[in-house]
Protein backbone atom coordinates (compact mmCIF):
# COMPACT_ATOMS: atom_id res chain seq x y z
CA UNK A 1 0.00 0.00 0.00
CA UNK A 2 2.64 3.01 1.27
CA UNK A 3 5.71 3.32 -1.63
CA UNK A 4 7.63 5.41 0.71
CA UNK A 5 7.82 7.71 3.78
CA UNK A 6 9.31 10.72 4.85
CA UNK A 7 10.29 12.02 7.78
CA UNK A 8 11.57 15.26 8.20
CA UNK A 9 14.99 16.76 9.79
CA UNK A 10 16.28 19.83 10.83
CA UNK A 11 20.22 18.63 10.82
CA UNK A 12 20.59 15.94 8.48
CA UNK A 13 24.19 15.00 9.19
CA UNK A 14 22.80 14.30 12.46
CA UNK A 15 19.86 12.28 11.46
CA UNK A 16 22.07 10.41 9.35
CA UNK A 17 23.99 9.40 11.95
CA UNK A 18 21.09 8.28 14.09
CA UNK A 19 19.15 6.49 11.18
CA UNK A 20 22.22 4.60 9.55
CA UNK A 21 23.00 2.62 13.20
CA UNK A 22 19.56 2.63 14.58
CA UNK A 23 18.06 1.14 10.68
CA UNK A 24 21.07 -1.17 10.58
CA UNK A 25 19.31 -3.58 13.15
CA UNK A 26 17.05 -4.25 10.83
CA UNK A 27 18.38 -4.34 8.11
CA UNK A 28 17.84 -1.37 6.34
CA UNK A 29 20.97 0.66 4.91
CA UNK A 30 21.49 4.28 3.36
CA UNK A 31 21.49 3.71 -0.26
CA UNK A 32 21.14 7.39 -1.29
CA UNK A 33 22.10 10.72 -0.45
CA UNK A 34 22.42 13.80 -1.35
CA UNK A 35 22.17 18.18 0.16
CA UNK A 36 18.90 17.55 1.25
CA UNK A 37 17.61 14.14 1.88
CA UNK A 38 18.87 10.71 2.83
CA UNK A 39 17.04 7.78 1.71
CA UNK A 40 17.02 3.73 3.47
CA UNK A 41 15.62 0.21 2.01
CA UNK A 42 16.77 -2.97 2.00
CA UNK A 43 19.49 -4.59 -0.07
CA UNK A 44 17.05 -6.55 -2.04
CA UNK A 45 14.19 -3.51 -2.39
CA UNK A 46 14.54 -1.48 -5.90
CA UNK A 47 13.98 1.59 -3.78
CA UNK A 48 14.29 3.46 -0.87
CA UNK A 49 11.32 3.24 1.24
CA UNK A 50 12.33 6.02 4.04
CA UNK A 51 13.32 9.02 3.14
CA UNK A 52 14.75 11.34 5.97
CA UNK A 53 14.97 15.11 4.32
CA UNK A 54 14.87 18.94 4.94
CA UNK A 55 11.76 20.14 4.28
CA UNK A 56 11.11 21.64 0.90
CA UNK A 57 9.62 24.31 1.69
CA UNK A 58 13.40 25.44 3.65
CA UNK A 59 10.62 26.04 7.08
CA UNK A 60 11.94 24.03 10.17
CA UNK A 61 10.97 20.20 10.58
CA UNK A 62 8.18 19.91 12.47
CA UNK A 63 6.64 16.80 14.09
CA UNK A 64 2.89 15.24 13.50
CA UNK A 65 1.51 14.67 16.93
CA UNK A 66 -0.46 11.03 16.63
CA UNK A 67 2.02 10.54 13.69
CA UNK A 68 4.17 7.29 13.46
CA UNK A 69 6.46 5.27 11.57
CA UNK A 70 6.08 1.28 12.34
CA UNK A 71 8.79 -1.04 10.93
CA UNK A 72 9.14 -4.40 10.71
CA UNK A 73 11.77 -6.66 12.31
CA UNK A 74 12.45 -10.43 11.67
CA UNK A 75 12.77 -11.23 15.69
CA UNK A 76 12.44 -9.94 19.25
CA UNK A 77 16.14 -9.59 19.34
CA UNK A 78 16.01 -7.20 16.27
CA UNK A 79 13.35 -5.18 18.36
CA UNK A 80 15.46 -5.25 21.25
CA UNK A 81 18.96 -4.01 19.47
CA UNK A 82 16.72 -1.16 17.40
CA UNK A 83 15.72 0.22 20.93
CA UNK A 84 19.35 -0.17 22.14
CA UNK A 85 20.58 1.53 19.09
CA UNK A 86 18.33 4.66 18.80
CA UNK A 87 18.79 5.39 22.17
CA UNK A 88 22.34 5.05 22.08
CA UNK A 89 22.92 7.43 19.04
CA UNK A 90 20.56 10.37 20.50
CA UNK A 91 16.84 8.64 20.45
CA UNK A 92 14.87 9.16 23.21
CA UNK A 93 12.01 6.23 24.75
CA UNK A 94 8.78 6.06 23.92
CA UNK A 95 8.20 2.70 25.06
CA UNK A 96 10.93 -0.36 26.20
CA UNK A 97 10.50 -3.51 23.87
CA UNK A 98 7.93 -6.01 25.13
CA UNK A 99 4.50 -7.91 24.46
CA UNK A 100 1.76 -5.44 23.19
CA UNK A 101 -2.04 -6.33 23.61
CA UNK A 102 -2.80 -5.89 19.99
CA UNK A 103 -2.36 -9.80 19.72
CA UNK A 104 -0.90 -12.55 21.43
CA UNK A 105 2.78 -12.00 19.54
CA UNK A 106 2.88 -8.33 18.93
CA UNK A 107 6.33 -7.59 19.95
CA UNK A 108 7.49 -3.98 19.54
CA UNK A 109 9.66 -1.06 21.30
CA UNK A 110 8.83 3.23 20.53
CA UNK A 111 11.61 5.33 19.98
CA UNK A 112 11.74 9.31 18.97
CA UNK A 113 14.53 10.08 16.75
CA UNK A 114 16.51 13.15 17.40
CA UNK A 115 14.14 15.80 15.73
CA UNK A 116 11.12 14.12 17.48
CA UNK A 117 9.67 11.56 14.95
CA UNK A 118 8.35 8.94 16.28
CA UNK A 119 9.11 5.24 14.95
CA UNK A 120 8.41 1.71 16.38
CA UNK A 121 10.03 -1.75 15.57
CA UNK A 122 7.58 -4.30 15.64
CA UNK A 123 7.92 -8.37 15.61
CA UNK A 124 4.92 -10.04 14.99
CA UNK A 125 6.61 -13.84 15.08
CA UNK A 126 6.53 -15.75 17.90
CA UNK A 127 9.60 -15.66 19.89
Excluded at 60 to 82: H, K, P, Q, W
Excluded at 85 to 107: K, S
Aim: charged share 25%; proline share 5%; with cysteine.
Amino acid sequence: MLLYVTLGTNDLDRAGIFYDRTLATLGLKRRKQDEVEIGYGAESDVRCRLWVVTPFNRKAATIGNGSMVALEAENRAAVDAFYAAALANGGTDEGAPGLRPFHPNFYAAYVRDPDGNKLSAVCERPE
